[in-house]
T-cell receptor, first 115, second 113 residues
Framework: DQQVKQNSPSLSVQEGRISILNCDYT??????FLWYKKYPAEGPTFLIS?????DKNEDGRFTVFLNKSAKHLSLHIVPSQPGDSAVYFC??????????????FGQGTILTVHP | DSGVTQTPKHLITATGQRVTLRCSPR?????VYWYQQSLDQGLQFLIH???????AKGNILERFSAQQFPDLHSELNLSSLELGDSALYFC????????????FGNGTRLTVT
């Protein structure tokens, strides 16, 4: 049973446009949400996070939105750049657990930004 | 560079064998996590150590074990290896076990033949 789903395996965007990556979850106990990007032959790199008490968090070109009622998380990248081409993972942590590093990850979305 | 060092980068071994994967966390980080990434399962949490003590366990097989040493480096031991254990094994570290982002190493690719 997949608790976290990234329903789009891939996304293709033109340079300068907005990239929107989505993540849906089923467990309402998740209360800490993160986005990571991964280049080939490297480990995931932390991008941005949000806790359940917020619905939006911004860091430069990256904004994460959380809709708790819909159990939906999204990452907006504006403007998109060719260097953003990578695999993007959402990772979620469970409230009340002993470890906020025990993340449940989605399967990832491959983002390709065309010049 | 995340500051997390994993060795070796690649490991090829036969079924039934035992291997040890090593991880050095970022300077100052007390928590070390191990994750497995396989083609069909994605990134799966294995185990978390905080300052030498086991803090949380995921779906880690009994054939697998880990420890964190006083200098905070960690080792993941995989024994009686099976073909299905072939995967990328990532180590990550964080300052504590609360809402701190994990910083991942570049992984060890294990191939069991």
């Amino acid at each position: 049973d997949q608790q976290v789903k990234q329903n789009s395996p891939s996304l293709s965007v033109q340079e300068g446009r907005i990239s929107i990556l989505n993540c849906d979850y089923t467990n309402s106990m998740f209360d800490y949400f993160l986005w990571y990007k991964k280049y080939p032959a490297e480990g995931p790199t932390f991008l941005i996070s949000i806790s359940s008490i917020k619905d939006k968090n911004e860091d430069g070109r990256f904004t994460v939105f959380l809709n708790k009622s819909a159990k939906h998380l999204s990452l907006h990248i504006v403007p998109s750049q060719p260097g953003d081409s990578a695999v993007y993972f959402c990772g979620l942590a469970n409230a009340g657990g002993t470890s906020y590093g025990k993340l449940t990850f989605g399967q990832g979305t491959i983002l390709t930004v065309h010049p | 560079d995340s500051g997390v060092t994993q060795t070796p980068k690649h490991l090829i071994t036969a079924t039934g064998q035992r291997v040890t994967l090593r991880c050095s966390p970022r300077s100052g980080d007390l928590s070390v996590y191990w994750y497995q990434q396989s083609l069909d399962q994605g990134l799966q949490f294995l185990i978390h150590y905080y300052n030498g003590e086991e803090r949380a366990k995921g779906n880690i097989l009994e054939r697998f074990s880990a420890q964190q040493f006083p200098d905070l480096h960690s080792e993941l031991n995989l024994s009686s290896l099976e073909l299905g254990d072939s995967a990328l094994y990532f180590c990550a570290s964080s300052v504590d076990s609360m809402r701190s982002p994990l910083h991942f190493g570049n992984g060890t690719r294990l191939t069991v033949t």
